[in-house]
C-alpha cells in the first residue's frame, strides 16, 4: 500500500531555517499536504501543493515537489521557538485516502 | 464555525469498562474520519464516513470497537470492553471535496485506560 516516510527529528537554531523532508510512494497523489501538532492539541493544516505544482511559498514556508523522485519539503525560514511542534506530511489521492507520514518533531533551540 | 468537536476532552476508566467518544464534525463537510494517536505506531486511520455511510472500516482494531454516525453532525466511536492497550489520542476529522479537500482535525479525546 501507500507509504509515506519522514525523519523523526530535527534540531534547529532559532533564526536558522528547517528543512523537514518527506518521501511517498502513491505516484496517484493529487495533493500533498503539511500539517502541524502543537503539544495537546490536533493536527492543524499549515499548507498543502497540488500534485502538478513544484513549489508553494507562503511567507516563512516554502514547499518544494518532487514529483518525479516522490519528494516533498517544507522550509521553514527564519524559524522561532513558537515552531517547535510535530510536522506531518501526507498525500491523498483522488478519493479520500488520506496516508500520514510518521512527523518530524522539530526543536527549536535558543 | 466552531471547527470539529470533540468530547470528553480526557477520558480515565478501568479496564472492562464501555467508553463512548464523541465528535461533531464542521457544518456541511461529507466526510468524516477517526484517527488514533499513539507514540509506537503513530496517526492510524480507523474508520471514515461519507454522507453518514461508513465506507472503509479496514483500520478498526478488532471487534471491540465500533462507530456510528447516526446524522450529519454526530458521530461516535464506541470501545466496549476497553483495555489498556486502548490507551491512545483518538482524533476526529471532517472534510468535503471543495477546495483543497483537506481535513479539518479535532482537538482529540485522550483515554487512558486503567
Known amino acids: 500500500g501507500e507509504d509515506v516516510e519522514q525523519s523523526l527529528f530535527l534540531s534547529v537554531r532559532e533564526g536558522d531555517s528547517s528543512v523537514i523532508n518527506c518521501t511517498y510512494t502513491d505516484s496517484s497523489s493529487t495533493y500533498l499536504y503539511w500539517y502541524k501538532q502543537e503539544p495537546g492539541a490536533g493536527l492543524q493544516l499549515l499548507t498543502y501543493?497540488?500534485?502538478?505544482?513544484d513549489m508553494k511559498q507562503d511567507q516563512r514556508l516554502t514547499v518544494l515537489l518532487n514529483k518525479k523522485d516522490k519528494h516533498l519539503s517544507l522550509r521553514i525560514a527564519d524559524t522561532q521557538t513558537g515552531d517547535s511542534a510535530i510536522y506531518f506530511c501526507?498525500?491523498?489521492?483522488?478519493?479520500?485516502?488520506?496516508?500520514f507520514g510518521p512527523g518530524t518533531r522539530l526543536s527549536v533551540l535558543p | 464555525d466552531a471547527g470539529v468537536i470533540q468530547s470528553p476532552r480526557h477520558e480515565v476508566t478501568e479496564m472492562g469498562q464501555e467508553v463512548t467518544l464523541r465528535c461533531k464534525p464542521i457544518s456541511g463537510h461529507d466526510y468524516l474520519f477517526w484517527y488514533r494517536q499513539t507514540m509506537m505506531r503513530g496517526l492510524e486511520l480507523l474508520i471514515y464516513?461519507?454522507?453518514?455511510?461508513?465506507?472503509?472500516d479496514s483500520g478498526m482494531p478488532e471487534d471491540r470497537f465500533s462507530a456510528k454516525m447516526p446524522n450529519a453532525s454526530f458521530s461516535t466511536l464506541k470501545i466496549q470492553p476497553s483495555e489498556p492497550r486502548d490507551s491512545a489520542v483518538y482524533f476526529c476529522a471532517s472534510s468535503d471535496l471543495a477546495g483543497v479537500e483537506t481535513q479539518y482535525f479535532g482537538p482529540g479525546t485522550r483515554l487512558l485506560v486503567l
Open positions: 501526507a498525500e491523498k489521492d483522488y478519493g479520500q485516502n488520506f496516508v
Open positions: 464516513f461519507n454522507n453518514n455511510v461508513p465506507i472503509d
Open positions: 501543493i497540488f500534485s502538478n505544482m
